[in-house]
């Protein structure tokens, strides 16, 4: 097929040989099936911040780290430098991530690199060697879906004692390969520490899952394991090979003082959301 055009600079320096195909075209970004010497990868081409939701993303890069203090601050105004820092580390965090995961032994796509702002990595195959299907998108039996679970909250869990949490867990950012899930998509990951929203994030990212493989196996449906997960990880007791006891349940004697606190934060961050709206509307 004709090059595309951000995947030219890579073919002029090498790193890849050939764009062999489209593979798909998501609300971020454009993925491409390409060929690096005998070996088949994939090519992510992140799409401009214009194209994307700026404002939904704040919540995301609470507690994340940035370089420098001045990248921080230019951050906090949504300046244009502020934004064209959040671009960069927006694209940036999905590569670290997808290192960071793969250093820790947990099954993600094998990362190529980074360059010229496309990640290049493994292609995700079914068992005939075809793009791996989304999880989403296939039928499981009882026993699947119990097992897809377990090894689902495993990388849940590797993931956490990582210090991250993925943020947009959904039967559409998981494909499924011959030795089963696999997690994807890593733009939005969450840094577990330094964010307010982390518990909820991970209690929406596992119980996406778990509505989802409840389907097959509506026994996963009665489960508190992301509560569980969490308590652990609070307490400093959470490790990659934790066993969950599986008997979390909630206290409904208590006012749940949890449910307020998020609640104030919430309102917290529509606030914050709105306030860099309008800076942004200023700076423009
Ligand atoms: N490493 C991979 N191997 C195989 N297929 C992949 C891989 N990475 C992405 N894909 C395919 O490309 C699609 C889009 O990728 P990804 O989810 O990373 O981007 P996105 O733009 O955030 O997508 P969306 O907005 O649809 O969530 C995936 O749903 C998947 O089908
Ligand atoms: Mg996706």
Known sequence: MKTPEPLQALIEDGLIDEVLRPLKSGKEASVYVVRAGDEVRCAKVYKDMAQRSFKQRVQYEEGRKLRGSRESRAVGRASKYGRRQQEA????????????????????????????????????????????????EVELDADQARAFHAILLRQVIGMLCCGLIHGDLSPYNVLVGPEGPVIIDFPQVVSAAGNNAARRMLLRDVNALTAFLGRSAPELLDTWYAEEIWELFERGELRPDTELAGDWRPDEREVDLDSVREAINDAREVALIRQQGREEAEAD
């Open 89 to 136: 580390a927006w694209k940036n965090t999905e590569v670290d991530a997808l290192y960071q995961l793969r250093d820790a032994g947990l099954r993600v796509p094998q990362p190529h690199g980074y360059f010229h702002g496309v990640l290049v990595m493994e292609l995700v195959t079914d068992a005939e060697g075809f793009s791996a299907p989304r999880l989403g």
